[in-house]
């Protein structure tokens, strides 16, 4: 079945420690691979994506990703977090499989909760 | 340039009710997509519409239905409410018609009692 995974429900880290976030998928074909991040009190925010090319993005504030096609993995890391970095993340697949007429169809993993303690 | 926008923030119905919310996409995007985010369940896609035609649905029952009208807006509708439909009911728009990018708004709360 298609699916996304993100192996990390709670994480809790200190400030300045690194973070890696695991996500993988299931699917086959053309997949578009995203982080998204939600603040508390705040709507859902793309952190960065991946469609083709360098399978290292990087995103906004300081976070990157990288896509690893053999393993099926979009794990997102930054390397030194800050108090502000709490929040809820999403990994999310938008794939071509089972989308024939195309479209716009995110697939989101549960969720990483990450908190950061001072 | 405004941000998707959702209409009401909150809403509180009762079982049996129906529904009915908004959202306006960001100006120029035509695909509208509709998601459900609970706490057991996550986020789960519900469908997308582009250009006035539902392209793609989530694995929802017939009570969740939704259109888009020609200035790209569009609205859900959950009829005879259930007390499982009580979520966050988010809004997102795409400029490219496939694979790409969505930007959230900030949801309807909706609570069924």
């Known amino acids: 079945a298609q699916s996304v995974s993100q192996h990390n429900h709670h994480v809790i880290l200190s400030e300045a420690a690194s973070l890696e976030l695991g996500c993988n998928y299931s699917?086959?074909?053309?997949?578009?691979l995203f982080w998204y991040v939600q603040y508390p009190g705040q709507h859902l925010q793309l952190l960065l994506k991946?469609?083709?090319?360098?399978?290292l993005v990087k995103g906004i504030k300081g976070f990157e990703a990288e896509f690893i096609k053999s393993k099926f993995s979009f794990n997102l890391r930054k390397p030194s977090v800050q108090w502000s970095d709490t929040a809820e993340y999403f990994c999310a697949v938008n794939a071509s499989e089972g989308l024939t007429g195309g479209g716009n169809k995110l697939t989101f993993g549960t969720g990483t909760q990450l908190k950061v303690e001072l | 340039k405004a941000g998707v926008t959702q209409t009401p923030r909150y809403l509180i119905k009762t079982r049996g009710q129906q529904v009915t919310l908004s959202c306006s996409p960001i100006s120029g995007h035509r695909s509208v997509s509709w998601y459900q985010q609970t706490p057991g369940q996550g986020l789960q896609f519900l469908f997308e519409?582009?250009?006035?035609?539902?392209?793609n649905k989530g694995n929802f029952p017939g009570r969740f239905s939704g259109r888009q009208f020609s200035n790209s807006r569009s609205e859900m509708n959950v009829s005879t409410l259930e007390l499982g439909d009580s979520a966050l009911y988010l809004c997102?728009?795409?400029?490219?018609?496939?694979?790409?990018?969505?930007?959230f708004g900030p949801g309807t709360r909706l609570t069924v009692l």
């Open positions: 997102a728009s795409s400029f490219q018609s496939s694979y790409n990018e969505q930007f």
């Open positions: 519409y582009f250009s006035e035609t539902q392209r």
């Open positions: 699917y086959g074909g053309t997949v578009n």
């Open positions: 991946y469609f083709s090319g360098d399978p």
